[in-house]
């Protein structure tokens, strides 16, 4: 059983809860103009980035790999940063876009937390620290902060996956914090989870900093190919909030409505955890991972 003493934010039901399913979904966390503001924010900046200089402008040039080499040095360097990465059906083969811009992005990331004030506000908010207590971290550092979209008709489908395969700690120690700015539902791509996955399925696969080039690569064994009797839909409302173990199955359909399915996540993990110099996230001289205890919001 859980220990119910000292909790600051998750009832002793709660989070009996997540420890046994390895998720939770907590509604009307924040209020709906809460949502809507964020949500504004979110679209204001869909709108407003610039396509020039862009990875992904350069696609239908210049040879594969260096095309290669330039998206990976993106992706790879956007831990401290605010980068915007391309729904892969927003192109044709030819590699230009086939929908509006403003509607081509799949997910912004991965210093949302630290860069952009509405979203920093949230993170570091007095609440994540009251529920990141309630969670057992001893220091928790926030890090690989995201919007994703969900775009409509083209939102990619991501397989079933577990987020430390990403976040790669010893021992284990990531927690996803999921915040849905719009209804999440079957049709426009919520979230599906294999509750108490995270107690049957080990974390055996890990998402690196390939040490042959300049990208990224998988290593381990494959993905755990668990059952879709295993999954269960969690369709929330926007306001609320997701938590997510570490080790838990989740994934999520492509979205063919013509809603979009705009969500905010940042992840934590425990700072006195051994944090893997092969992760493909890794933390800049400039830019430690966030220590939610102290940092200001």
């Not at 506000?121 to 690989?144: C, E, I």
């Not at 489908?157 to 849905?180: C, K």
Request: aromatic share 12%; with cysteine; glycine share 8%.
């Amino acid at each position: 059983m859980t220990n119910s003493s000292n909790l600051q934010f998750l009832t002793p039901e709660q989070k009996q809860q997540f420890e046994d399913e390895g998720y939770l979904v907590i509604p009307n966390f924040f209020t709906k103009e809460t949502a809507d503001g964020l949500r504004a924010r979110a679209s204001e900046m869909l709108e407003t980035f610039s396509l020039e200089g862009h990875p992904m402008t350069t696609f239908s040039t210049g040879t594969g790999e260096e095309k290669k080499h330039i998206g990976d040095a993106y992706f790879l360097t956007s831990g401290d940063k605010i980068r915007y990465f391309f729904e892969e059906e927003a192109f044709d083969k030819q590699g230009n876009l086939v929908v509006p811009k403003s509607r081509a992005i799949n997910k912004i990331g991965h210093a949302l937390h630290e860069l952009e004030p509405k979203f920093r506000a949230l993170s570091l908010s007095k609440q994540m620290k009251g529920l990141a207590h309630d969670l057992d971290f001893q220091d928790p550092r926030v890090l690989q902060s995201m919007l994703i979209f969900k775009q409509p008709k083209i939102g990619g489908e991501v397989p079933p996956h577990q987020d430390s395969t990403f976040l790669y700690t010893e021992p284990l120690s990531a927690r996803g914090f999921w915040f849905a700015l719009e209804d999440c539902t079957a049709e426009n791509g919520a979230l599906s989870f294999a509750p108490g996955s995270h107690k049957k399925y080990p974390v055996n696969r890990r998402f690196i900093r390939d040490p042959n080039s300049t990208g990224v690569t998988f290593r381990g064994e494959e993905e755990h190919q668990a059952p879709d009797s295993e999954f269960k839909l969690a369709e929330c409302k926007a306001g609320s909030l997701v938590l997510i173990h570490g080790s838990v199955l989740h994934k999520s359909p492509a979205n063919r409505s013509d809603k979009s399915r705009f969500i905010y996540t940042f992840h934590v993990i425990e700072g006195n955890a051994e944090y893997d110099g092969d992760n493909w996230l890794q933390p800049t001289k400039e830019m430690p991972f966030t220590p939610l205890f102290t940092a200001e919001p």
